[in-house]
């Protein structure tokens, strides 16, 4: 079956770092990832998309990778803030029409 | 339109009570999904809809479920006789899909009812 695994339950990163979240996954071939942002008490928010022709996505201070080889996707926020501060979801088309998510990794940016 | 909608934000029940959830997707979304999340966990699919018609349904979602999308608008989520483990967040997601060109995947989320049965 498919599994999905995010690095790290929790990840603390220095303001103005850059933070890398991973996302791997096995036994299966998705045609794309996608990762989300999700606060605390609300529904997960879109970020980006990339698909497994696309080797890397950019949108403002985020980039994603997605190596199918190693079936591994980096996320990565450069110049992090507070507000940047929140679980990051990383997650796969199922094949079946929904959407087959990690666990997700809880980032802290200090201040 | 600003988004997905969830009607309560939060319900308390007690054991064996039924309840039913309330989503309003993005008006001109066809497709509407309904999750589970627990705490610490990310959301688990429970079921969808194309439309009126509803295409596929976890293992999951066991027959205290059922769900609706009578007009293909809003849809309704029912637990009948509630248990203890059906404490979750459940969250709504919709998106435009189309067959053929350019496929439009992203989800939005709704902000989720937050279930709680003691």
């Known amino acids: 079956s498919q599994k999905i695994e995010q690095n790290s339950e929790a990840l603390n990163i220095q303001e103005g770092k850059t933070a890398t979240l991973t996302c791997n996954y096995t036994n299966y071939s998705p045609a794309y990832l996608q990762w989300y942002r999700q606060d605390p008490g609300r529904g997960p928010v879109f970020l980006l998309l990339?698909?497994?022709?696309?080797k890397e996505k950019r949108k403002e201070r985020l980039k994603v990778t997605f190596d199918t080889t190693l079936k591994q996707s980096l996320f990565h926020i450069t110049a992090s803030q507070p507000a940047d501060s929140a679980t990051y979801l990383c997650a796969l088309e199922s094949g079946a029409n929904n959407l087959f998510f990690g666990t997700g990794t809880r980032l802290t940016v200090i201040p | 339109d600003t988004g997905v909608s969830q009607d309560p934000r939060h319900k308390i029940t007690k054991r064996g009570q039924n309840v039913t959830f309330r989503c309003d997707p993005i008006?001109?979304?066809?497709?509407l999904y309904w999750y589970r999340q627990t705490l610490g966990q990310g959301p688990e699919f429970l079921t969808y809809f194309q439309n009126e018609a509803q295409l596929e349904k976890s293992r999951l979602l066991s027959d205290r479920f059922s769900a609706e999308r009578p007009k293909g608008s809003f849809s309704t989520l029912e637990i009948q006789r509630t248990e203890q483990g059906d404490s979750a967040m459940y969250l709504c997601?919709?998106?435009?899909?189309?067959?053929?060109?350019?496929?439009?995947?992203?989800?939005?989320f709704g902000p989720g009812t937050r279930l709680l049965v003691l």
């Open positions: 990339i698909r497994e022709n696309e």
């Open positions: 008006s001109e979304h066809n497709r």
């Open positions: 997601a919709s998106s435009s899909w189309t067959s053929g060109g350019a496929l439009k995947e992203t989800q939005y």
